[in-house]
């Protein structure tokens, strides 16, 4: 299962002293493990777990006591994996009430490897007790025949690809690439047909949205039969295999940006092609080009001023490559005094490809620009804003492809640190997948990429530990695919 954004810890995460890693239970166990933590015989719900230690969530944020021992007993479907003492290590405050106590063990320990086997195989014997009818049955007859026709239109299409795609290869070479005409053919035909199933997908699949065990079920079931057909596309293995732990990586995002025929058919290019002018993607580069005027019209603004001091200073949060950046500089050139970017990224390789085009560009037009990358998480920032080596107020910050995976508290707690680092007149531009939308399905269902896609009440409500005298609206971008919140500072 997928990292969350608030785990992506950037170098600093990093610890010096070996301690054993702690680890979400939602990302470690399987989605029908069932975890049952008893502490003294009561169950409560896991939050995560060490090799020496668990910590769970409680409602009673005053029974606890550091140093008291206790009986504990952890279950994986059903079964006993874990029998021992331990001891309280810690009390947090829950995550929205209650609290969160850390358990050490004493006198044993949670043998990790031995504990995936055992999830492995209580998974395995809930599949060959149930088959596949189980899910079946409890999936809307609506979304499987919309899944149908996505499984037969992708089959089709490959099997009449993959039979022309041979048969040209076996002909003696003539005038002009076959390939690149079988591929532009299949794009102009199949363009369409395949958006309309997807939004026809989407429309069936709201009505699971509401209940985590028939969505769970219908998600296993895309992924089953979907996903594997079109994991000959690029952009399909790469964001659903998630090498990096997250879908959205800075592969995926180049992807997004080449705009291209990748793979080694006809019908992985095709597909990939399609997959990359899906609305959410196709909106990465609308949203890009919207960032983009928005960082010139600051940058007038800002040379407008009469106190400016010379240096225009822009700050990305969650940075990816950060094509915003080399797009600008390839656009206007040159400008008189400096430019100051400020990259932040949790990914080191993302990191290096936005130096690496951004400085490019500068060298390119010999522009007067200075490009800081910073390897943290928005986490760190939140906990320590001091991190951040800015000794002035950014005149323009932005984060695209992040606020997606934040929850409100999270998300308002950032927009605040932000709103600290900004400029007197200053502004913060924050992207969003746009609620309700027709195309939800494809990434959260096929390539198991989960976002929180906000109305723009939502967007609005992201603002609310601001002060009064912050003014903001929410606009939408060209492709009509993400919202921004756009907060000035006065
Ligand atoms: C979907 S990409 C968007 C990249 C870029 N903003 C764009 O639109 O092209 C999300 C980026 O957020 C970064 N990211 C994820 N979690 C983060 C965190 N906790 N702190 C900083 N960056 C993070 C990822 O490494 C990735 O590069």
């Given amino acids: 299962m997928a990292k969350s954004y608030e785990e992506l810890m950037g170098a600093l995460g990093r610890a010096v002293f070996f301690r054993p890693e702690r680890r979400r239970v939602r990302d470690l166990l399987s989605r029908d493990a069932q975890p049952q933590l008893l502490v003294d015989g009561n169950e409560f719900s896991l939050f995560d777990v060490s090799m020496n230690g668990v910590s769970f969530l409680s409602a009673d944020a005053t029974g606890w006591r550091v140093g008291t021992e206790f009986d504990v007993v952890l279950r994986l479907h059903h079964r006993e994996v874990f029998h021992g003492r331990g001891r309280v290590a810690r009390i947090e405050p829950g995550l929205r009430k209650g609290a969160r106590v850390a358990i050490g063990l004493v006198g044993g320990f949670l043998d990790l490897p031995e504990i995936l086997h055992q999830d492995e195989e209580g998974q395995l014997e809930t599949d060959l007790a149930q088959g596949p009818e189980y899910w079946r049955s409890r999936i809307p007859a609506a979304l499987q025949e919309e899944m149908d026709r996505a499984v037969q239109f992708l089959h089709f299409s490959r099997r009449v690809l993959d039979r022309s795609e041979a048969r040209y290869r076996a002909r003696p070479a003539r005038d002009g690439d076959a390939l690149a005409g079988l591929a532009d053919r299949a794009l102009a035909q199949l363009r369409e047909p395949w958006a309309e199933i997807q939004r026809r997908a989407s429309r069936a699949a709201v009505a699971v949205l509401g209940d985590r065990e028939v969505l769970l079920a219908s998600k296993r079931l895309t992924e089953m039969l979907v996903t594997p057909v079109l994991s000959a596309c690029p952009l399909v293995h790469r964001a659903y ?176 640190a932000l709103f600290d680092e900004l400029a007197p007149g200053g502004l913060i531009a924050l992207g969003n997948a746009l609620a309700p939308n027709d195309h939800f399905w494809s990434p959260e269902f096929i390539l198991d990429w989960t976002m929180l896609y906000r109305t723009r009440e939502e967007m609005l409500r992201l603002a609310q530990r601001l002060p009064e005298s912050a003014e903001m609206k929410v606009e939408v971008e060209p492709g009509n695919a993400y919202y921004f919140l756009l907060i000035r500072k006065h």
């Fill in 241 to 416: 295999g998630k090498p990096l732990g997250y879908a959205g990586d800075y592969q995926v995002m180049q992807y997004y940006y080449n705009n291209a025929l990748e793979g080694d058919s006809v019908f992985a290019r095709v597909f990939h092609k399609l997959g990359v002018e899906h609305p959410l993607s196709a909106g990465v580069r609308t949203r890009k080009d919207y960032v983009v005027r928005l960082m010139e019209e600051e940058h007038d603004r800002f040379r407008e001023r009469p106190d400016a001091d010379g240096v225009f200073r822009v700050a990305s949060l969650g940075c990816g490559p950060a094509r915003e950046v080399s797009d600008f500089i390839a656009r206007r050139r040159g400008w008189p005094g400096s430019v100051a970017w400020t990259l932040i990224d949790q990914e080191d390789e993302a990191l290096s490809i936005a130096y690496n085009d951004s400085h490019r560009q500068l060298m390119a037009v010999g522009a007067n620009g200075a490009l800081s990358c910073l390897h943290l998480s928005f986490v760190q920032i939140i906990r320590d804003p001091s991190l951040l080596p800015i000794e002035s107020g950014q005149h323009f910050v932005f984060a695209t492809g992040l606020f997606d995976y934040l929850t409100e508290p999270i998300a308002q707690g950032l927009v605040r």
